[in-house]
């Protein structure tokens, strides 16, 4: 029994009420504001470290369990734990908030109390979904995700902010609707919500596995997106603010992908392994057709929007490959897409709060003019084409690694690979023409003569990305250790309940 | 003398070079042009030059430890226990890799100290020289790391500098405004992933069917999997072991046609030749483009093995009969396009391409020793001519400037002025002649020309090929005389006759920083031949492989060490088919007998012709000829690959994703239709009554929503109450099933 991960999880409250205190109105307080945030999501993230000090990644099981009855009368109770499936997302977390409160430092000049306030309040609700072990619980924290998000689109948001965000909130809920019905029944069926207790007794609701997974799935799909879920990401992505678009693409579409590895793939073993083909199709489907659709994008917010639909692909090949290189690979590349793909969202951020536009056509030659811009910029590019040596490749490397043995692929996996492994290709067609187009050519519009390199705060930003971009891709071994057991663990079982199924 | 150990130092010069001149580089050139080029462009040369001596300390220890290949560890990459997968990052020493290492950092030293002068003066020099660093740190990661996904590293990572110094005047537009060296570079890359999307799914299928990517523990493997006829088995997934090694090969095939520029992949060569000239003779001429050469000299054993399976791809080639094939082929083609290139260095680009089909061809006949011979030959030769086309396009250049500031001459100048078209340049010999003398030992060694390197290298080609493949010795051997004809006619353009602009007129002798490095390489070209020279592999044959250790007597014995022959059967040895090149009088005699008349052709046809920049090529009379300089794979792919592709992104991302799936699908139908259901369930829940909750829960998003209210008044209540009560019925629905 431990509090450590209720402090995680509820220590950005603590933040949200030193906002409330210290405001004085008028926006007199609003440097302080920032700092109390960001103190407080820097202590929050230090509290994460914590966290993976105390983490023995030789355990498979739960770890620094905090579970206490909540309403006995039904089976709920108020669990967190943390194993290998979730500690890199609450890592990520953590460290995608602070650097979305830093990222908002200057671009963020209305409402400030508020926004901070969504802000922390989204941390909480997101670590509550990585942390959760009671499927009661765990709907709760993620349902609470949305309204943050709501409103960070909703009022900071681009023109088309109202519809997006709308857009944004009831595609997400009415997923997780059906979600709701699959944890009430099992809920009622096993007495229970706490997850390890429903895996260890889902003999009981195994005849309805296949309907159940949907439930689940569709909720999911909905949030990582898988093709043809995706019709709310571009208006939610584009119209974000910059440090929302951050949040959604570095953490939110994780929680997708994390909720199938946590919830269907070891609740719903013979259905994840009948269902994986189908899934495996879509992931590929998204894949190249994220990439083609990328291509032609003319605002670059955009193209980097539609590009997440493809890197996702790659995670949920993985994770529907059910073999330990594939699924790790599936996690990693969550974490290895939040990083690319949040600083891509980031750089976006940093043009726009200058030049107020994301037309590609408006830009052409800031190598030029921002040298030092474009080639942090140039380093996150290549990160999210999968250049070896970067952290991209690790993570698709080891997931098409796992895909092109992977038993639930069928007798001939490597035609999902090879189609897979087409988005590489693809990927280097819309991130080198949006380099190009952006950075390249001559600066032939005067507007962008006057934009300044980035300042110390950017470049610290950018340094934090670099960091973890360039550790992953020459020495990940330390991050596949820290899910190793638990991965192996569900793999085992996957593969020994689906041989007696047999 | 063991020398093992300082492997890992010869990649952490070039990463020193790299960040010296990336964090530091710009300010001093920035504070003084003079100072600050001389330390940015020589602190990149002597990290070059640092590596060289490391690479000739480790060819010293080979010698003097029997040739005994050594992996020296660094540190671990992937390693996933729970998968039994693991990659370390690791340095292989052995004569192979050692060779490489040695034309990669030698030639590369010169080619450093050369671009000091011929980028001398540029705004971007502590750039370019970041990115030449840059290149060399992974070009050796390239041919030396220990497995395949560390090779793999490396040649992206070129692949990455390929594309960074092609584009490296990136803000320059041609005639019809578009930026050419962006999108030069840009296709480069691109064109190079399709080649390293077979490198990729090359190294899923060996992963799991070796359990390893790292070379020896893979051949090793493969020789024993293939004696016992194995059956590969990955997941669900089963087929015979020469299947699997067919398809690993092919599939290593479309990352060496990338790569090396071979067909269909080489359109990316010619367009490269957009960046700086040095980077020309560097990365596409002398190394980047021979490493699928070094590739498939690398997988030997796995060839073999294709080779010994047989006729598996269709049923109707195998893999290394393919490999030489395409290599052949793309030889003869590429050497006939060259015929029709006006720019000097598209000419030599051409030429590239065609001299890396020679190798890739031998490499496929299994001459794997030719093919690195006529690697090395050829980066001596070939980086010697692009150097010296650099040489000549700054005396161009410096004439043109002359001209500029000469009034007189005003009126007979022209608004474009391109410095590399052979048709202005002629009778160069006698202003710039040690750029001619260098220029014309390069010419004749990649004619084939006794001495000269490229006539030993070339002829233990084809020698080859008459012995164990006639039809690629036949295409080969014209290859070979479309080689001698279009530096013929290149010598002749530049060099002689009269000159046909005034810049020609006015060119002059490049710096010192330039010449000398042509002299060094002209040196190498001349007597490079001595790596290999047939007598000494014949009295090494007679001497039943024996040799003194400690002494490099040639590369067929040096590199035997990384050739092996091996045991295909349990019943005996299968030899290698690359037996040690006899002389052959009779091939060598016709080599060398056709490419003199060739060049005497291409001498006569050009003796005063075109008289003027203006007049037309001789050659442009024969019109099928003239058809390479269209006909061949660019304009298809142009016309039939990129134009369909930009339609389908089109139109997927307009018409279906957005027009159609995004404001459709969803808006007019399911929002639509959601709202009047919802209404219509509004309105009669209102009638039993509930009209408080309603209004209620209306009242509660009203507060929540504040600034979105006044937008949409009323539209987000009614949809998400919509959503609660159909979710509400369902649940009802479902217990009322269940129970």
Known sequence: MSILLSVLVFFPVLGVLAILLADRGKGESDNLIRWIALVTSLITLVISVIVLASYNPAVSGLQLVDRVPWIPAWGIQYFLGIDGLSILMVLLTAFISVIAIAASWSAIDKQVKAYYTFMLLMEVGMMGVFLAQDLFLFYIFWEFTLIPMYFLIGIWGGTERVYASIKFFLYTMAGSLLMLLAILYMGITNGTFSVPDLIAGRAAFADAQHILFLGFAIAFAIKVPVFPFHSWLPDAHTQAPTAGSIILAGVLLKMGTYGFVRFNLPLFPQASFDYAPAIAVLAIIGIIYGAIVSFPQKDVKKLVAYSSISHLGFVMLGIFSLNTAGIQGGILQGVNHGLSTGALFFLVGVIYEQRHTRLMSEFGGLWKAIPLFSVLSLIVVLSSMGLPGLNGFVGEFTILLGSMGAESLGTHPWIYTAFAASGVILAAVYLLWMFQNVFMGPLDNPKNEALRDVNRRELVIFLAFLVFIVWIGIAPSGYFNLMDSSVSRLVNDISATVMVGQ | ?739
């Open chain 2, 1 to 739: 003398m063991n020398a093992y150990g300082l492997a890992p130092l010869l990649l952490l010069f070039p990463a020193v070079g790299v960040l010296f001149n990336g964090l530091f580089g710009r300010r001093f050139v920035e504070a003084d042009a003079k100072v600050g080029e001389r330390w940015s462009g020589w602190f990149a040369s002597l990290m070059a030059i640092s590596s060289f001596v490391v690479a000739v300390l480790l060819f010293f220890t080979l010698q003097t430890n029997e040739f005994h290949p050594v992996v020296v560890p660094i540190m671990d990459w992937i390693s996933i226990p729970a998968a039994d997968f693991y990659v370390p990052w690791a340095i292989r020493v052995d004569t192979l890799s050692v060779t490489m290492m040695l034309v990669v950092t030698g030639v590369g030293s010169l080619i450093h100290i050369y671009a000091i002068g011929y980028m001398h003066g540029d705004p971007n020099f502590s750039r370019f020289f970041t990115y030449f660093s840059l290149f060399i740190f992974f070009m050796l990661i390239l041919v030396s790391g220990s497995t395949y996904l560390v090779l793999f590293v490396g040649w992206e990572g070129v692949g990455l500098c390929s594309f960074l110094l092609i584009s490296f005047w990136f803000d320059r537009k041609n005639a019809a405004g578009k930026a050419m060296n962006a999108d030069a570079g840009r296709k480069a890359f691109i064109v190079n992933r399709v080649g390293d999307f077979g490198m990729v799914l090359a190294m899923f299928l060996m992963a799991w069917t070796f359990r390893s990517l790292e070379f020896d523990t893979v051949f090793e493997t493969a020789v024993e999997m293939f004696k016992t006829n194995h059956i590969v088995q990955f997941g669900l997934f089963s087929a015979p072991i020469s299947v699997v090694i067919t398809a690993i090969t092919a599939l290593f095939l479309l990352g060496a046609t990338g790569k090396s520029a071979q067909i269909p992949l080489y359109v990316w060569l010619p367009d490269a030749m957009a960046g700086p000239t040095p980077v020309s003779a560097l990365i596409h001429a002398a190394t980047m483009v021979t490493s699928g050469i070094y590739l498939i000299v690398r997988s030997n054993v796995l060839f073999e093995i294709a080779r010994e399976s047989g006729p598996v791809i269709f049923g109707v080639i195998s893999t290394p009969d393919l490999v030489a094939l395409i290599g052949a082929s793309t030889g003869l083609l590429a050497g006939l396009i060259a015929f029709t290139q006006f720019d000097i260095k598209k000419v030599l680009a051409y030429s590239t391409v065609s001299q890396l089909g020679f190798m890739i061809a031998a490499a496929g006949m299994g001459a794997y020793v030719a093919a690195m011979f006529h690697l090395v030959a050829h980066a001596f030769f070939k980086a010697l001519l692009f150097l010296g086309s650099g040489s000549v396009i700054h005396g161009m250049e410096h004439g043109h400037h002359h001209l500029l500031h000469d009034h007189s001459h005003a009126e007979d100048h022209e608004a474009v002025f391109d410095p590399q078209d052979m048709r202005t340049m002629g009778g160069l010999r006698h202003r710039m002649p040690v750029t001619f003398w260098t220029y014309l030992i390069g010419a004749l060694a990649l004619s084939g020309i006794p001495p000269l390197a490229g006539f030993w290298s070339k002829d233990e080609i084809l020698a080859h090929a008459n012995e164990h493949a006639q039809v690629v010795y036949v295409v080969l051997a014209l290859a070979a005389v479309c080689t001698a004809f279009y530096m013929g006619r290149q010598l002749h353009l530049t060099f002689f006759g009269a000159p046909r602009h005034a810049a020609a007129e006015h060119a002059q002798e490049s710096s010192r920083l330039m010449t000398v490095p042509l002299i060094a390489l002209a040196a190498l070209a001349a007597v490079g031949g001595l790596l290999n020279l047939p007598f000494l592999t014949t009295r090494m044959a007679e001497a039943n492989h024996h040799h003194p250790a400690g002494v490099f007597v040639g590369l067929e014995s040096w590199l035997e060490h990384s050739i092996a022959a091996f045991e295909l059967t349990e019943a005996g040895t299968i030899h290698l088919p690359h037996t040690p090149i006899v002389l052959s009088p009779v091939v060598a005699g016709i080599s060398t007998l056709l490419a003199l008349v060739a060049l005497g052709g291409a001498f006569y046809i050009y003796r005063n012709k075109p008289e003027t920049a203006a007049d037309p090529d001789p050659l442009q009379r024969i019109k099928p000829l003239w058809w390479f300089r269209i006909l061949p794979l660019e304009t298809f792919y142009m016309k039939f690959v990129v134009p369909p592709f930009k339609w389908l992104a089109d139109w997927l991302a307009f018409a279906v994703d957005w027009n159609f799936w995004h404001d459709f699908v969803h808006n007019n139908i399911i929002r639509d239709m959601f709202v009047s259901f919802a209404t219509f369930l509004a309105d009669v829940f209102d009638k039993f009554g509930v009209d408080g909750t309603v209004n209620g829960i209306g009242s509660l998003t009203k507060g929540l929503a504040g600034a979105i209210r006044r937008t949409q008044t009323g539209f987000a209540r009614t949809y998400a109450l919509g959503v609660f009560l159909g979710a509400v019925a369902l649940l009802v629905y479902f217990l009322w099933v269940l129970y």
